[in-house]
């Protein structure tokens, strides 16, 4: 009887183990970028600025959303959540309007660089959440997930409320 239960145990914790290791294996191993907060990237989004030989993705809406992203052409972006737009004045002078006239209390919207690991620019971005991953899980591609704020919540979201509960 005492063996069987060692050995049900045994195996019961080889079992967690492997779960374990499993979900370890879930988080990115790839070289970490970084996505950083630069103001004069802002102003120049702002003033209309559209990057030349860059590659714009957006989420959300086409009409409205609620980030967007220009890389550089020398990379590819590899992603699931962006979806790729041809970039014109007309449309950035549009979603700048749609911006200016959706605010979210503190959630404000905020601009800067995107850093492959070695700091090497791999683009910019436009959005109201400041912190993202950034991994190249090879030389040449980049994956840029949805942005958000501290606590992995994202502006605008309901729970991104300063008063929980609050209704």
Request: contains cysteine; hydrophobic residues 35%.
């Amino acid at each position: 009887m005492h063996k069987r239960w060692l050995l049900i145990s045994a195996l019961v914790l080889s079992g967690c183990w492997g779960v374990l290791a499993g979900c370890s294996s879930l988080t990115s191993t790839s070289p970490k970028g970084r996505w950083v907060e630069q103001e004069e990237v802002q102003q120049s989004i702002e003033n209309g600025a559209i990057f030349p030989r860059h590659t714009y993705y957006y989420l959300g809406s086409i009409v409205a959303p609620d980030s967007f992203i220009a890389v550089d052409n020398r990379f590819q972006l590899r992603s699931r959540v962006w979806s790729k737009v041809a970039m014109s004045p007309e449309r950035l002078a549009g979603w700048l309007q749609w911006y200016s006239q959706e605010m979210y209390g503190s959630c404000d919207y905020r601009a800067g660089r995107i850093y492959a690991p070695d700091g090497t620019p791999v683009g910019y971005w436009y959005s109201q959440n400041e912190l993202n991953n950034v991994y190249m899980p090879q030389p040449g591609v980049i994956e840029v997930y949805r942005p958000h704020t501290v606590g992995q919540m994202v502006c605008g979201e309901e729970r991104d409320s300063p008063f929980i509960g609050a209704e």
